[in-house]
Protein backbone atom coordinates (compact mmCIF):
# COMPACT_ATOMS: atom_id res chain seq x y z
CA UNK A 1 0.00 0.00 0.00
CA UNK A 2 1.43 3.48 -1.27
CA UNK A 3 2.24 5.68 1.81
CA UNK A 4 0.82 9.30 1.53
CA UNK A 5 3.84 11.89 0.90
CA UNK A 6 4.39 14.60 3.82
CA UNK A 7 3.32 17.77 2.88
CA UNK A 8 4.41 19.48 6.33
CA UNK A 9 6.80 18.31 8.85
CA UNK A 10 7.45 19.11 12.51
CA UNK A 11 10.97 18.64 13.63
CA UNK A 12 11.58 19.29 17.43
CA UNK A 13 9.85 22.36 17.14
CA UNK A 14 9.79 24.69 20.56
CA UNK A 15 7.45 27.46 20.46
CA UNK A 16 7.92 29.86 23.30
CA UNK A 17 7.46 33.85 24.45
CA UNK A 18 10.63 34.99 25.59
CA UNK A 19 11.41 32.59 28.18
CA UNK A 20 8.05 31.20 28.45
CA UNK A 21 7.70 27.51 26.92
CA UNK A 22 4.05 27.49 25.39
CA UNK A 23 5.32 23.99 23.58
CA UNK A 24 8.72 21.99 23.34
CA UNK A 25 9.79 18.88 20.88
CA UNK A 26 6.99 18.75 18.71
CA UNK A 27 7.48 16.18 15.93
CA UNK A 28 4.44 15.59 13.72
CA UNK A 29 4.12 15.36 9.96
CA UNK A 30 0.88 16.44 7.61
CA UNK A 31 0.14 13.68 5.09
CA UNK A 32 -1.50 14.69 1.44
CA UNK A 33 -5.05 14.68 1.65
CA UNK A 34 -6.13 14.60 4.74
CA UNK A 35 -7.72 16.73 7.54
CA UNK A 36 -5.49 16.98 10.38
CA UNK A 37 -6.84 18.27 13.62
CA UNK A 38 -4.50 20.37 15.82
CA UNK A 39 -6.60 19.90 19.47
CA UNK A 40 -6.66 20.62 22.89
CA UNK A 41 -7.99 22.75 25.82
CA UNK A 42 -7.89 26.80 26.06
CA UNK A 43 -4.60 27.30 26.09
CA UNK A 44 -2.45 24.46 25.17
CA UNK A 45 -0.67 26.28 21.37
CA UNK A 46 -2.75 25.55 18.98
CA UNK A 47 -3.19 28.60 17.54
CA UNK A 48 0.47 29.45 18.29
CA UNK A 49 1.53 26.51 16.38
CA UNK A 50 -0.50 27.81 13.87
CA UNK A 51 1.18 31.01 13.47
CA UNK A 52 4.44 29.16 13.14
CA UNK A 53 3.39 27.51 10.56
CA UNK A 54 3.03 30.31 8.70
CA UNK A 55 6.27 32.19 9.32
CA UNK A 56 4.01 34.78 12.03
CA UNK A 57 6.57 33.25 14.55
CA UNK A 58 9.57 31.84 14.90
CA UNK A 59 10.41 29.04 16.51
CA UNK A 60 12.73 28.67 20.18
CA UNK A 61 14.28 25.61 18.71
CA UNK A 62 13.82 23.07 15.85
CA UNK A 63 12.25 23.67 11.94
CA UNK A 64 8.74 23.14 10.06
CA UNK A 65 9.45 21.66 6.79
CA UNK A 66 6.71 22.07 3.46
CA UNK A 67 7.30 19.10 1.56
CA UNK A 68 11.35 18.60 1.37
CA UNK A 69 11.85 22.55 2.00
CA UNK A 70 13.26 23.52 5.32
CA UNK A 71 10.54 26.62 5.71
CA UNK A 72 12.37 27.65 9.17
CA UNK A 73 15.70 28.34 7.66
CA UNK A 74 14.10 29.61 4.02
CA UNK A 75 14.82 33.27 2.79
CA UNK A 76 12.22 36.00 2.69
CA UNK A 77 11.54 35.55 -1.11
CA UNK A 78 11.72 31.58 -0.63
CA UNK A 79 9.32 31.49 2.14
CA UNK A 80 6.88 33.97 0.10
CA UNK A 81 7.17 31.51 -2.75
CA UNK A 82 6.38 28.38 -0.63
CA UNK A 83 3.17 29.84 1.14
CA UNK A 84 1.81 30.35 -2.85
CA UNK A 85 1.10 27.02 -2.04
CA UNK A 86 -1.15 27.19 1.42
CA UNK A 87 -4.53 29.05 1.77
CA UNK A 88 -5.17 30.56 5.63
CA UNK A 89 -8.90 30.84 7.57
CA UNK A 90 -7.72 33.01 10.19
CA UNK A 91 -10.32 32.90 13.13
CA UNK A 92 -11.92 35.94 13.04
CA UNK A 93 -12.04 35.68 9.03
CA UNK A 94 -9.97 38.85 8.66
CA UNK A 95 -12.33 40.35 5.48
CA UNK A 96 -11.54 44.04 4.81
CA UNK A 97 -14.83 45.02 5.83
CA UNK A 98 -14.57 48.34 3.71
CA UNK A 99 -14.55 46.12 0.92
CA UNK A 100 -17.14 43.93 -1.21
CA UNK A 101 -16.86 40.06 -0.57
CA UNK A 102 -15.86 39.81 -4.66
CA UNK A 103 -12.95 42.72 -4.02
CA UNK A 104 -11.65 40.70 -0.75
CA UNK A 105 -11.67 37.55 -2.66
CA UNK A 106 -10.01 39.05 -5.66
CA UNK A 107 -7.10 40.77 -3.82
CA UNK A 108 -4.95 37.46 -3.65
CA UNK A 109 -5.59 36.90 -7.32
CA UNK A 110 -4.61 40.57 -8.28
CA UNK A 111 -1.28 40.46 -6.22
CA UNK A 112 -0.66 37.06 -7.24
CA UNK A 113 -1.61 36.50 -10.82
CA UNK A 114 -1.39 37.69 -14.09
CA UNK A 115 -4.92 37.51 -14.83
CA UNK A 116 -6.98 39.99 -16.51
CA UNK A 117 -10.60 41.84 -14.35
CA UNK A 118 -12.70 40.10 -16.55
CA UNK A 119 -10.88 36.26 -15.93
CA UNK A 120 -10.70 37.44 -12.27
CA UNK A 121 -14.25 38.38 -11.91
CA UNK A 122 -14.89 34.63 -13.31
CA UNK A 123 -12.98 33.06 -11.07
CA UNK A 124 -14.05 35.30 -7.92
CA UNK A 125 -17.97 34.30 -8.76
CA UNK A 126 -17.12 30.62 -8.81
CA UNK A 127 -15.16 30.70 -5.79
CA UNK A 128 -18.08 32.42 -3.64
CA UNK A 129 -20.58 29.90 -5.47
CA UNK A 130 -18.24 26.98 -4.05
CA UNK A 131 -19.12 28.02 -0.64
CA UNK A 132 -23.05 29.26 -0.85
CA UNK A 133 -22.46 32.46 -1.38
CA UNK A 134 -23.73 33.33 -5.19
CA UNK A 135 -25.39 36.64 -5.04
CA UNK A 136 -23.43 37.84 -2.47
CA UNK A 137 -20.81 39.35 -4.67
CA UNK A 138 -21.30 43.03 -4.08
CA UNK A 139 -22.18 42.63 -0.05
CA UNK A 140 -19.86 43.95 2.84
CA UNK A 141 -18.71 41.41 5.67
CA UNK A 142 -20.07 43.50 7.94
CA UNK A 143 -24.09 42.92 6.47
CA UNK A 144 -23.59 39.49 6.79
CA UNK A 145 -23.79 36.60 9.12
CA UNK A 146 -20.64 35.30 11.30
CA UNK A 147 -21.26 31.94 9.54
CA UNK A 148 -21.39 33.48 5.52
CA UNK A 149 -18.42 36.12 6.90
CA UNK A 150 -16.56 32.54 7.68
CA UNK A 151 -17.65 30.83 4.63
CA UNK A 152 -16.60 34.17 2.42
CA UNK A 153 -13.06 33.77 4.70
CA UNK A 154 -12.91 30.19 3.19
CA UNK A 155 -13.74 31.76 -0.83
CA UNK A 156 -10.83 33.85 -0.64
CA UNK A 157 -8.42 31.35 1.34
CA UNK A 158 -8.99 29.07 -1.43
CA UNK A 159 -8.65 31.99 -4.40
CA UNK A 160 -5.17 30.07 -5.58
CA UNK A 161 -6.46 26.99 -5.65
CA UNK A 162 -4.09 26.48 -2.89
CA UNK A 163 -2.25 22.60 -2.03
CA UNK A 164 -2.62 23.06 1.54
CA UNK A 165 -5.64 24.79 3.54
CA UNK A 166 -4.71 26.34 6.98
CA UNK A 167 -7.77 27.12 9.02
CA UNK A 168 -7.77 28.61 12.92
CA UNK A 169 -10.49 27.30 14.83
CA UNK A 170 -13.64 27.01 12.00
CA UNK A 171 -16.62 27.22 14.67
CA UNK A 172 -15.58 29.47 16.91
CA UNK A 173 -18.75 31.92 17.72
CA UNK A 174 -20.85 29.90 15.42
CA UNK A 175 -23.90 28.04 16.05
CA UNK A 176 -23.82 24.35 16.39
CA UNK A 177 -25.80 24.12 13.17
CA UNK A 178 -23.96 26.72 11.60
CA UNK A 179 -20.47 25.05 12.41
CA UNK A 180 -21.36 21.45 11.20
CA UNK A 181 -22.65 23.16 7.70
CA UNK A 182 -18.70 25.02 7.69
CA UNK A 183 -17.88 21.45 8.62
CA UNK A 184 -19.46 20.05 5.41
CA UNK A 185 -18.16 22.74 3.31
CA UNK A 186 -14.53 22.30 4.41
CA UNK A 187 -14.74 18.60 3.75
CA UNK A 188 -16.22 19.25 0.06
CA UNK A 189 -14.13 21.71 -0.51
CA UNK A 190 -11.24 19.10 0.23
CA UNK A 191 -12.66 16.70 -1.90
CA UNK A 192 -13.21 18.91 -5.46
CA UNK A 193 -9.76 20.84 -4.75
CA UNK A 194 -8.15 17.90 -4.00
CA UNK A 195 -6.42 20.33 -0.61
CA UNK A 196 -4.68 19.17 2.66
CA UNK A 197 -6.56 20.56 5.38
CA UNK A 198 -5.03 21.34 8.76
CA UNK A 199 -7.40 22.69 10.93
CA UNK A 200 -7.07 23.83 14.74
CA UNK A 201 -10.26 23.95 16.75
CA UNK A 202 -11.38 22.44 20.11
CA UNK A 203 -14.57 21.35 19.02
CA UNK A 204 -15.19 18.07 19.24
CA UNK A 205 -17.58 17.97 17.01
CA UNK A 206 -15.47 19.24 14.39
CA UNK A 207 -13.22 17.25 15.08
CA UNK A 208 -14.78 13.92 14.62
CA UNK A 209 -16.04 15.14 11.69
CA UNK A 210 -14.00 15.47 9.66
CA UNK A 211 -10.79 14.56 11.04
CA UNK A 212 -8.33 11.92 9.30
CA UNK A 213 -5.86 12.36 11.98
CA UNK A 214 -5.49 14.46 15.30
CA UNK A 215 -2.69 15.63 17.45
CA UNK A 216 -3.48 16.36 20.81
CA UNK A 217 -1.31 19.60 22.61
CA UNK A 218 -1.47 19.30 26.47
CA UNK A 219 -1.15 22.52 28.11
CA UNK A 220 0.03 21.44 31.47
CA UNK A 221 3.00 19.01 30.16
CA UNK A 222 3.65 21.80 27.16
CA UNK A 223 4.12 19.01 24.45
CA UNK A 224 1.78 17.00 21.61
CA UNK A 225 0.64 14.10 23.90
CA UNK A 226 -1.42 12.22 21.34
CA UNK A 227 -1.29 11.47 18.04
CA UNK A 228 -3.86 9.87 16.04
CA UNK A 229 -7.69 9.12 13.93
CA UNK A 230 -9.92 10.85 16.40
CA UNK A 231 -12.02 8.23 17.07
CA UNK A 232 -9.28 6.07 18.49
CA UNK A 233 -7.80 9.04 20.72
CA UNK A 234 -11.44 9.38 22.26
CA UNK A 235 -11.76 5.70 23.33
CA UNK A 236 -8.49 4.93 23.74
CA UNK A 237 -6.27 7.53 24.52
CA UNK A 238 -4.32 8.91 27.41
CA UNK A 239 -6.17 10.02 30.27
CA UNK A 240 -6.70 13.76 29.79
CA UNK A 241 -7.09 13.13 25.64
CA UNK A 242 -9.90 10.91 26.94
CA UNK A 243 -10.90 13.74 29.55
CA UNK A 244 -11.18 16.24 27.13
CA UNK A 245 -13.79 14.68 24.61
CA UNK A 246 -15.68 13.61 27.82
CA UNK A 247 -15.92 17.09 29.00
CA UNK A 248 -16.57 19.18 25.63
CA UNK A 249 -19.10 16.46 25.12
CA UNK A 250 -21.17 16.81 27.84
CA UNK A 251 -20.14 20.69 28.18
CA UNK A 252 -18.30 20.44 31.61
Do not use: C
Not at 16 to 43: I, K, P, Q, T, Y
Not at 109 to 125: M, N, S
Not at 157 to 179: C, H, M, N, W, Y
Amino acid sequence: MRVAEDVIRARGLTLAFGDRVVLAGLDFAVRRGEVFVVMGGSGSGKSTLLRHLVGLQEPAAGQVFYGSENFTLASAPDRERILRRVGVLYQGSALWTALTLAENVALPLQQFTELGPERIREVVEFKLALVGLHGFEEYYPWELSGGMQKRAGLARAVALDPEILLIDEPSASLDPPTGRHLDRLISQLKEALGTTVVVVTHDVASILGIGTRALFLDAEEKRAVAEGPPAELRDRGPPQVRAFFGQAETGS
